[in-house]
T-cell receptor, first 113, second 111 residues
Framework: DTGVSQDPRHKITKRGQNVTFRCDPISEHNRLYWYRQTLGQGPEFLTYFQNEAQLEKSRLLSDRFSAERPKGSFSTLEIQRTEQGDSAMYLC???????????FGQGTRLTVV | GQNIDQPTEMTATEGAIVQINCTYQTSGFNGLFWYQQHAGEAPTFLSYNVLDGLEEKGRFSSFLSRSKGYSYLLLKELQMKDSASYLCAGVLKAAGNKLTFGGGTRVLVKP
């Protein structure tokens, strides 16, 4: 297993367009997180899954954001009608159990122009 | 609350020791993690504390006091490559055992 992978690594999009990011966690990991990070800040929680169940979505997240993990394996994060404020690094992480080390992917850097 | 607080920035000299403090305001605590993040890269795991006391791993040590809601990361014999952000993160039972991060402490190591 090569760890957590995210695709694409970089995305530039025009304001108002929709974007979708993919995360492939480590294969036996049941817990999957999505975070957003801007320069100089810590990762901000967006949502997380236990297997295919989405357990929580941040209250700070607008309805333009949605995430899925249909078979409890890979996950997608979609942002509809992107805004310039959505520009950030989007990080995915997975862990075997909640109390275990979470492994991060390299992130998807989104730039909305 | 679920706040995790740590200083924004610290500066230290190569070869010295730096201690990064982290406090959390919650009950139902289920573990405290420290991650290192170099600019433009993903966070990487450094340490995990769930019981009180000191965990030592080479030049890095992490301490936890659950009764005080307090942890620190100790970096010894600082090297230039240690310049990075250090993230404190907690797993909180009251929050469904999700991993929640502080704002990170940027450490600058000077020659």
């Amino acid at each position: 297993d090569t760890g957590v992978s995210q695709d694409p690594r970089h995305k530039i999009t025009k304001r108002g367009q929709n974007v979708t990011f993919r995360c492939d966690p480590i294969s036996e990991h049941n817990r999957l997180y999505w975070y957003r990070q801007t320069l100089g800040q810590g990762p901000e929680f967006l949502t997380y899954f236990q297997n295919e169940a989405q357990l929580e979505k941040s209250r700070l997240l607008s309805d333009r954001f949605s995430a899925e993990r249909p078979k409890g394996s890979f996950s997608t994060l979609e942002i509809q009608r992107t805004e310039q404020g959505d520009s950030a690094m989007y990080l995915c992480a997975s862990s075997l159990v909640p109390e275990a080390e979470a492994f991060f992917g390299q992130g998807t850097r989104l730039t909305v122009v | 609350g679920q706040n995790i607080d740590q200083p924004t920035e610290m500066t230290a000299t190569e070869g010295a020791i730096v201690q990064i403090n982290c406090t959390y305001q919650t009950s139902g605590f289920n573990g405290l993690f420290w991650y290192q993040q170099h600019a433009g890269e993903a966070p990487t795991f450094l340490s995990y504390n769930v019981l009180d006391g000191l965990e030592e791993k080479g030049r890095f040590s992490s301490f936890l006091s659950r009764s005080k809601g307090y942890s620190y990361l100790l970096l010894k014999e600082l090297q230039m490559k240690d310049s990075a952000s250090y993230l404190c993160a907690g797993v909180l039972k009251a929050a469904g055992n999700k991993l929640t991060f502080g704002g990170g402490t940027r450490v600058l190591v000077k020659p």
